[in-house]
């Protein structure tokens, strides 16, 4: 028996850990577009958009990991139904517990893998990219103002940079505000250079001059100047502590923030919910592996496949998640629906488990006519 459990649950582990890699793999690749973008049109170097995409793996990781133990769970055992080894299994008399057993330890594991990612390595690692992040955007000299180019770092405004010196200095720079479009404002500079200020970034111009139009006279104003100075204002919070994210936030500062924070009595209740998301959400790998050993397992065996059985679970697995979803949604919203978040995974088990005890026809009722004894005289 220790050996069957082995050999199955061998080929589960197997299956789950190609499937991961794969899946994390192709969601990493879909993230990374838009840094690709910044690095060949932008100027961000390769280490840092290597940097960003393995700062993002453990979210990713969690993610894709509950569906990544079904996918194995539901090739393995659907070949092994295929090979007629579990009818071979059964007649000798394996229970669907034994059967079952591989691929509930390949959950187990996943469960704590799960823990381990949504309770310390995602939001850990998320933070550490969000605040590389927002100082890759304070660094406008070497990421946003690329020569060449109109330009846009913040809506309604349109920065253009003819060429670029050494030291940061930028040549034949043209800045254009429409942030107000009853007295849009642009200005015009032979040289330039891009410093950080108290209220973000700015834009210090030279020998240039300042048009301001009004849509309410039709008069434009001009004004030359030996040196200007023009605030991005990229972020208005820039001088204090940056809002952070539910999904960069551990566990005890979701549930326990600051009562006389604005922002914290504003966002409690989604706080919360992303809080009790992270503490159920490591079960649904347990709640998938039940729901595919339930539709694989239970029914009789057919020559003709698993085709239905197998849609039935996927099928399964997608509202499943998608109830999960909606539920957090919900209780982010009305937090009375909070006990739902639990409920959902703890009931999926309860009813995958219940069904999963029916056992099929008798084994000898089972084994296809090539498998059986021969009969006697």
Same mark, same amino acid.
């Given at each position: 028996?220790?050996?069957?459990?082995?050999?199955?649950?061998?080929?589960?582990?197997?299956?789950?850990?190609?499937?991961?890699?794969?899946?994390?793999?192709?969601?990493?690749?879909?993230?990374?577009?838009?840094?690709?973008?910044?690095?060949?049109?932008?100027?961000?170097?390769?280490?840092?958009?290597?940097?960003?995409?393995? @700062?993002?793996?453990?979210?990713? @990781?969690?993610?894709?990991?509950?569906?990544?133990?079904?996918?194995?769970?539901?090739?393995?055992?659907?070949?092994?139904?295929?090979?007629?080894?579990?009818?071979?299994?059964?007649?000798?008399?394996?229970?669907?517990?034994?059967?079952?057993?591989?691929?509930?330890?390949?959950?187990?594991?996943?469960?704590?893998?799960?823990?381990?990612?949504?309770?310390?390595?995602?939001?850990?690692?998320?933070?550490?990219?969000?605040?590389?992040?927002?100082?890759?955007?304070?660094?406008?000299?070497?990421?946003?103002?690329?020569?060449?180019?109109?330009?846009?770092?913040?809506?309604?405004?349109?920065?253009?940079?003819?060429?670029?010196?050494?030291?940061?200095?930028?040549?034949?720079?043209?800045?254009?505000?429409?942030?107000?479009?009853?007295?849009?404002?642009?200005?015009?500079?032979?040289?330039?250079?891009?410093?950080?200020?108290?209220?973000?970034?700015?834009?210090?111009?030279?020998?240039?001059?300042?048009?301001?139009?009004?849509?309410?006279?039709?008069?434009?104003?001009?004004?030359?100047?030996?040196?200007?100075?023009?605030?991005?204002?990229?972020?208005?919070?820039?001088?204090?502590?940056?809002?952070?994210?539910?999904?960069?936030?551990?566990?005890?500062?979701?549930?326990?923030?600051?009562?006389?924070?604005?922002?914290?009595?504003?966002?409690?209740?989604?706080?919360?919910?992303?809080?009790?998301?992270?503490?159920?959400?490591?079960?649904?790998?347990?709640?998938?592996?039940?729901?595919?050993?339930?539709?694989?397992?239970?029914?009789?065996?057919?020559?003709?496949?698993?085709?239905?059985?197998?849609?039935?679970?996927?099928?399964?697995?997608?509202?499943?998640?998608?109830?999960?979803?909606?539920?957090?949604?919900?209780?982010?919203?009305?937090?009375?629906?909070?006990?739902?978040?639990?409920?959902?995974?703890?009931?999926?088990?309860?009813?995958?488990?219940?069904?999963?005890?029916?056992?099929?026809?008798?084994?000898?009722?089972?084994?296809?006519?090539?498998?059986?004894?021969?009969?006697?005289?």
């Amino acid at each position: 028996m220790r050996g069957i459990t082995v050999y199955i649950l061998r080929q589960v582990l197997l299956a789950t850990l190609i499937v991961a890699a794969g899946l994390t793999g192709i969601v990493m690749l879909i993230r990374s577009l838009r840094l690709i973008d910044f690095m060949v049109n932008r100027g961000l170097s390769l280490s840092t958009v290597v940097e960003l995409t393995s @700062l993002l793996i453990p979210a990713f @990781l969690a993610i894709v990991l509950p569906v990544a133990v079904f996918a194995a769970v539901v090739f393995t055992y659907n070949r092994l139904i295929g090979d007629r080894e579990l009818v071979v299994l059964r007649a000798v008399g394996i229970s669907q517990f034994g059967l079952a057993k591989p691929a509930l330890l390949v959950a187990l594991l996943a469960v704590t893998a799960s823990y381990a990612l949504s309770l310390y390595l995602a939001p850990l690692t998320y933070r550490n990219f969000k605040d590389t992040q927002v100082a890759l955007r304070d660094s406008y000299a070497s990421v946003l103002l690329q020569e060449g180019r109109f330009n846009t770092p913040i809506d309604g405004v349109t920065v253009y940079v003819r060429s670029r010196g050494t030291g940061g200095e930028l040549r034949g720079v043209l800045v254009h505000d429409a942030r107000d479009l009853a007295a849009p404002v642009t200005w015009m500079a032979e040289r330039g250079a891009l410093v950080s200020g108290d209220n973000g970034p700015k834009v210090v111009l030279f020998n240039g001059n300042r048009q301001e139009s009004s849509s309410e006279s039709g008069r434009l104003t001009l004004v030359y100047f030996d040196q200007g100075s023009f605030d991005l204002e990229m972020f208005e919070s820039s001088g204090g502590a940056r809002w952070r994210d539910p999904q960069e936030r551990f566990l005890g500062e979701l549930f326990n923030g600051d009562p006389n924070d604005a922002n914290f009595r504003a966002y409690g209740a989604q706080l919360a919910a992303e809080g009790h998301r992270r503490l159920s959400a490591p079960l649904y790998p347990i709640a998938f592996t039940l729901i595919a050993l339930a539709c694989l397992l239970s029914g009789d065996f057919n020559r003709q496949g698993q085709t239905v059985r197998i849609l039935v679970a996927v099928s399964l697995a997608v509202a499943f998640q998608l109830a999960a979803l909606g539920i957090v949604g919900m209780a982010a919203k009305a937090p009375l629906l909070t006990p739902l978040i639990y409920l959902l995974p703890v009931g999926t088990m309860v009813i995958a488990a219940l069904v999963l005890r029916r056992r099929p026809r008798r084994p000898s009722a089972d084994v296809p006519a090539d498998l059986a004894a021969p009969a006697t005289a």
